[in-house]
């Protein structure tokens, strides 16, 4: 509806497409393209990178929104806790592969970039140190709604981080993260039933899911966030989150972990 160019990239194609058929079928005027990416696979996130930049396209937004919830513990491909890899890990080496094209197109459009980070509320219950830099993949001590919280802290953390090094730049772009609400949807897989007995006795709170994308477009989108940046959102409103997710120090250790992890990843 904005005339915005939209990019999905998904893990699951037919899906994908199947969203893509949706939007044409309510404006056939929408430019809407889907691409591969598995953000589990480190080596997945950079040939997409490869593939997206070879379009030759602009990037203003990027919006990083995939993510796996309360899952049994496992490992990725890539020998990585499944909900750090998914959550965190993909999402921070996609953003770096991309942020050179942003800010060649926030100078080239003198249009400000914005990069979202989904979020959540459970960011507020991670293990009792936030980020187990040491026991990412300890499977003895894993707590699958703990591991999540850790995963939703760390998008906070990366959000914040970013948003500082692009303010040294002077970098024409913000970054900000969000929480979306409780919405019924495939994240719930793994917990459903749990969900569903949740929201009989909180139905109030709940959302569809336009109302759930509705604090990510307006972060996205609205003028009226040109420069905001750092900052966490709820219900289209700023929020302040929680202690740990504003530790500056915390950020910059879960920077440094997260560059050598991926960069071991390749490695191997």
């Known amino acids: 509806m904005r005339n915005v160019h939209v990019v999905i990239a998904a893990r699951n194609m037919e899906a994908a497409d199947e969203a893509k058929q949706r939007i044409l079928k309510d ?16 080596r ?16 203003n937004i990027l919006i990083n929104n995939a993510g796996i919830m309360f899952c049994p513990f496992q490992l990725s491909g890539d020998g990585i806790e499944m909900q750090f890899a998914t959550n965190h890990l993909g999402h921070f080496y996609l953003t770096n592969l991309l942020l050179d094209k942003m800010k060649e197109t926030a100078k080239a459009s003198g249009i400000q970039g914005r990069i979202v980070n989904l979020s959540s509320v459970a960011h507020l219950c991670p293990y009792k140190e936030g980020i187990r830099f040491h026991k990412i ?4 001590s ?16 990366h959000a914040n981080e970013l948003s500082r090094r692009l303010q040294e730049e002077e970098a024409n772009i913000n970054v900000n993260s969000v929480h979306p609400g409780l919405i019924m949807t495939n994240l719930m897989r793994h917990s459903a039933l749990l969900m569903r007995i949740l929201r009989a006795f909180t139905c109030f709170l709940w959302k569809n899911v336009p109302q759930g994308a509705a604090t990510t477009c307006y972060v996205a989108l609205h ?14 409103n700023e929020y302040k989150p929680s202690k740990l997710a504003r530790d500056e120090a915390l950020a910059r250790n879960l920077w440094d972990f997260s560059n050598n992890l991926v960069n071991a990843t390749l490695k191997t």
């Open 142 to 157: 894993y707590q699958d709604k703990l591991a999540y919280g850790q995963s939703k802290l760390a998008n906070i953390l």
């Open 27 to 42: 404006n056939n005027a929408a430019r809407v393209d889907i691409e591969k990416l598995d953000l589990s696979s480190i």
């Open 137 to 140: 993949n300890n499977k003895r």
């Open 223 to 236: 003028p009226r966030l040109k420069g905001v940046t750092g900052k966490y959102f709820h219900d289209c």
């Open 44 to 59: 997945s996130v950079k040939a997409f990178a490869d593939n997206f930049k070879a379009l030759n396209l602009p990037l």
